[in-house]
C-alpha cells in the first residue's frame, strides 16, 4: 500500500536559517505529492503540489521537487520566519488526475523558529 | 467564497453518548470526505462521499461509525455509543469535481471523550 515517511520533529531553527523537511513515499503508480500546513488550532492548508516526477512546487517561499529516482519530496526554503512556525505534512493520493482520492499523510513534522 | 465550515470546533462527549460532526463544502465542491487525527499522528482517511452515495469507506471502522451526505445540507459524520479511543480530531475536506486531489480543509471538530 501507499505510504509516507517524514522526518520526525520538532525542528528548531533561528530566524533567517534554511529550512529543509525530508519525506520520502512508497505508491504503485505515478501519485501527486503534497505540503500541507497547519497552524495551532486551525485545519490543513495546502502549501504545495507536484504532479508529475520532476515538476517543483512551490508557494510563498517554500518549495519541493518531486524526485521519482529516489522517491522524494523534501521541503525548502531559503530563509524561514517566526509566522513559518507550524506542524507541516507530506502526503500523496493515487494520482489518478480529475478523479477523487484520498490522501495518505506522513505524520507530520513540528518547525519552531525562534527570533 | 466561504471555506470549508465544520461545527462544532470543540465536543464533549461521555462514554456511551452519540457525537454528530457536520462539515458543509466549499462551494461548488461536490466531493467530500473525512480524516481522523490523533494525537501526535497524522491524518487517516475514513470515508469519501458524494451527494447521496458513500464512495469510499474503506478507512471507516465498521461499527459505531457512520456518515452521510445527503441532498440538502451538510455532510454528517456519527459515532455511536462514544469510547475514550475516539477522542482526536476530526477533519472534513472537499474537493472540485474535475480535481479530486485539490483538497480543501476544514478547521477540524475536536471530540474529547471523558
Known amino acids: 500500500g501507499n505510504s509516507v515517511t517524514q522526518m520526525e520533529g520538532p525542528v528548531t531553527l533561528s530566524e533567517e536559517a534554511f529550512l529543509t523537511i525530508n519525506c520520502t513515499y512508497t505508491?504503485?503508480?505515478?501519485?501527486?505529492l503534497f505540503w500541507y500546513v497547519q497552524y495551532p488550532g486551525e485545519g490543513l492548508q495546502l502549501l504545495l503540489k507536484?504532479?508529475?516526477?520532476?515538476d517543483k512546487g512551490s508557494n510563498k517561499g517554500f518549495e519541493a521537487t518531486y524526485r521519482k529516482e529516489t522517491t522524494s519530496f523534501h521541503l525548502e526554503k531559503g530563509s524561514v520566519q517566526v509566522s513559518d512556525s507550524a506542524v507541516y505534512f507530506c502526503?500523496?493520493?493515487?494520482?489518478?488526475?480529475?478523479?477523487?482520492?484520498?490522501?495518505?499523510f506522513g505524520t507530520g513534522t513540528r518547525l519552531q523558529v525562534t527570533l | 467564497n466561504a471555506g470549508v465550515m465544520q461545527n462544532p470546533r470543540h465536543l464533549v462527549r461521555r462514554r456511551g453518548q452519540e457525537a454528530r460532526l457536520r462539515c458543509s463544502p466549499m462551494?461548488?465542491?461536490?466531493?467530500v470526505y473525512w480524516y481522523r487525527q490523533l494525537p501526535e499522528e497524522g491524518l487517516k482517511f475514513m470515508v469519501y462521499?458524494?451527494?447521496?452515495?458513500?464512495?469510499?469507506e474503506s478507512g471507516m471502522p465498521k461499527e459505531r461509525f457512520s456518515a452521510e451526505f445527503p441532498k440538502e445540507g451538510p455532510s454528517i459524520l456519527r459515532i455511536q455509543q462514544v469510547v475514550r479511543g475516539d477522542s482526536a480530531a476530526y477533519f472534513c475536506?472537499?474537493?472540485?469535481?474535475?480535481?479530486?486531489?485539490?483538497?480543501?480543509f476544514g478547521p477540524g471538530t475536536r471530540l474529547t471523550v471523558t
Open positions: 475536506a472537499s474537493s472540485p469535481l474535475d480535481r479530486g486531489y485539490e483538497q480543501y
Open positions: 505508491a504503485t503508480g505515478y501519485p501527486s
Open positions: 507536484a504532479t508529475k516526477a520532476d
Open positions: 502526503a500523496l493520493d493515487r494520482g489518478a488526475t480529475g478523479t477523487a482520492s484520498k490522501l495518505t
Open positions: 462551494k461548488g465542491h461536490s466531493h
Open positions: 462521499l458524494q451527494k447521496e452515495n458513500i464512495i469510499d
